[in-house]
């Protein structure tokens, strides 16, 4: 494999993964749900053959658990406003 592809694909599985997570959250307002989207957008890619490096499975997994984390501080920072103005 080429290492300017290799580095490419690094780059986007360190960063799309975590910001798909939070987009998901967003349009879907529940942050499992933007996890389960993004893990099945991830192993469609991985079934169809575009990930096949053990490295970019761990750089994925890492940015899920940011994107996931970064989430589910979101959703409890909005419900958390929204109980503020139910009040």
């Known amino acids: 494999m080429d290492i300017a592809l290799l580095e490419t694909k690094l780059l986007l599985a360190l960063f799309l993964p975590g910001l798909l997570v939070v987009f998901f959250t967003r349009v879907t307002f529940h942050h ?3 996890l389960a989207l993004t893990v099945a957008l991830i192993a469609a890619s991985i079934y ?6 053990w490295l970019l499975y ?3 997994a890492l940015s899920l658990t940011i994107g996931f984390w970064y989430a589910t501080r979101m959703v409890k920072k909005a419900r958390k406003r929204q109980q503020g103005v139910d009040e």
């Open 32 to 34: 499992f749900v933007g």
């Open 48 to 53: 169809a053959g575009y990930t096949h490096n």
């Open 58 to 60: 761990v750089a994925d």
